[in-house]
């Protein structure tokens, strides 16, 4: 289709209870800079039941116009109903791009856009610009990882992309100057070919909020076990004395030592926090793909040359087993 506007939207998904998860306002951030660059709007799209607080987020974080769509039948995400209702609302207003967080819904969502109106969409990415010709450019891992391809969509629109939640950090919220636009789309029941019939929590991913954590601690295959994770564990002392949360390399978690919810890393949770302390972790570029926005890394290895070491701010060559401990008392006894 064609673009009928220069403007970008960036699809913030809600939570069950009608709030914003945060991947939506992170984007808002980068999203400002594209909208401007490319002469058009910022346009945040909010699609749930009950979600004024997900609209009010958005305009506080700096988008100019929210196009809301709340209806009873999008409580529970479902990719019919969504899709019906974005591919509407594009086809309407028709802007030149789109973001959409690269959660679970976000990745399921994307693709079945993009197919219906006839578009590329560029898949869990971690860097964005505008070259000088204006177009998007979307930057994401390639070859398991090996190198970053850029990709560009130069013949339809909109330009799509999924973008990893933690890649940008969320603005500070402010004013809610936006221009709020509420469409009315209804979806036929019997065009929802899933629906909800249970919830079921995974306690544990529930409470690892990787994402949105000031310090993280994560342990790798150094750790020889998962006794370091457990409470009394190296890890998990250190942790605690920070008021940290816990993360851990893929190469622990698929040894079963730590649940998925805690993995960092091109196939776990991409992450930005003030403070990203690895340990016993050689530093894979997977792995580095998903923590190297850290404001400030320290690695704690035994192998001088590991890899982890070139993007540390602060390295410490030693047994993560003797090291740790240490550590963990002297912060103590400096937070006393």
Same mark, same amino acid.
């Given at each position: 289709?064609?673009?009928?506007?220069?403007?970008?939207?960036?699809?913030?998904?809600?939570?069950?209870?009608?709030?914003?998860?945060?991947?939506?306002?992170?984007?808002?951030?980068?999203?400002?800079?594209?909208?401007?660059?490319?002469?058009?709007?910022?346009?945040?799209?909010?699609?749930?039941?009950?979600?004024?607080?997900?609209?009010?987020? /958005?305009?506080?974080?700096?988008?100019?116009?929210?196009?809301?769509?709340?209806?009873?039948?999008?409580?529970?995400?479902?990719?019919? /109903?969504?899709?019906?209702?974005?591919?509407?609302?594009?086809? @309407?207003?028709?802007?030149?791009?789109?973001?959409?967080?690269?959660?679970?819904?976000?990745?399921?969502?994307?693709?079945?856009?993009?197919?219906?109106? @006839?578009?590329?969409?560029?898949? #869990?990415?971690?860097?964005?610009?505008?070259?000088?010709?204006?177009?998007?450019?979307?930057?994401?891992?390639?070859?398991?990882?090996?190198?970053?391809?850029?990709?560009?969509?130069?013949?339809?629109?909109?330009?799509?992309?999924?973008?990893?939640?933690?890649?940008?950090?969320?603005?500070?919220?402010?004013?809610?100057?936006?221009?709020?636009?509420?469409?009315?789309?209804?979806?036929?029941?019997?065009?929802?070919?899933?629906?909800?019939?249970?919830?079921?929590?995974?306690?544990?991913?529930?409470?690892?909020?990787?994402?949105?954590?000031?310090?993280?601690?994560?342990?790798?295959?150094?750790?020889?076990?998962?006794?370091?994770?457990?409470?009394?564990?190296?890890?998990?002392?250190?942790?605690?004395?920070?008021?940290?949360?816990?993360?851990?390399?893929?190469?622990?978690?698929?040894?079963?030592?730590?649940?998925?919810?805690?993995?960092?890393?091109?196939?776990? @949770?991409?992450?930005?926090?003030?403070?990203?302390?690895?340990?016993?972790?050689?530093? /894979?570029?997977?792995?580095?793909?998903?923590?190297?926005?850290?404001?400030?890394?320290?690695?704690?290895?035994?192998?001088? #040359?590991?890899?982890?070491?070139?993007?540390?701010?602060?390295?410490?060559?030693?047994?993560?087993?003797?090291?740790?401990?240490?550590?963990?008392?002297?912060?103590?006894?400096?937070?006393?």
């Amino acid at each position: 289709m064609e673009a009928k506007t220069k403007d970008l939207w960036v699809f913030v998904e809600t939570n069950e209870d009608g709030s914003a998860k945060n991947v939506g306002l992170e984007l808002l951030t980068p999203g400002r800079m594209i909208a401007d660059k490319q002469g058009g709007k910022l346009v945040a799209v909010v699609i749930g039941s009950a979600c004024d607080a997900a609209v009010k987020a /958005a305009s506080a974080h700096g988008a100019d116009q929210v196009i809301v769509v709340d209806e009873p039948e999008f409580k529970h995400y479902t990719t019919d /109903a969504y899709q019906i209702a974005l591919v509407q609302l594009v086809e @309407k207003y028709g802007p030149t791009s789109m973001m959409i967080g690269a959660t679970n819904n976000g990745r399921d969502l994307g693709p079945r856009v993009s197919s219906r109106l @006839k578009t590329g969409l560029t898949a #869990d990415c971690t860097g964005l610009d505008v070259n000088e010709d204006g177009l998007v450019a979307w930057t994401r891992p390639a070859f398991g990882g090996n190198l970053m391809a850029t990709i560009l969509c130069p013949d339809h629109r909109p330009q799509i992309g999924t973008v990893r939640p933690g890649v940008f950090k969320k603005g500070e919220p402010g004013e809610e100057k936006a221009e709020i636009i509420r469409e009315d789309i209804h979806v036929d029941p019997k065009d929802i070919r899933t629906r909800v019939i249970k919830m079921i929590m995974d306690m544990d991913a529930d409470s690892v909020d990787l994402e949105g954590a000031d310090i993280i601690v994560s342990g790798g295959r150094g750790c020889g076990g998962p006794d370091p994770y457990l409470k009394g564990g190296v890890i998990y002392n250190l942790a605690e004395a920070l008021g940290a949360t816990i993360g851990a390399s893929r190469a622990a978690v698929d040894s079963g030592w730590i649940s998925h919810a805690h993995q960092v890393g091109q196939t776990g @949770k991409t992450v930005a926090p003030k403070v990203y302390i690895a340990c016993g972790i050689s530093g /894979a570029i997977q792995h580095l793909a998903g923590m190297s926005g850290a404001d400030c890394i320290v690695a704690i290895n035994k192998d001088p #040359d590991a890899p982890i070491f070139d993007v540390a701010d602060y390295g410490v060559v030693g047994d993560l087993f003797q090291v740790l401990p240490v550590l963990t008392e002297e912060i103590k006894k400096s937070r006393a």
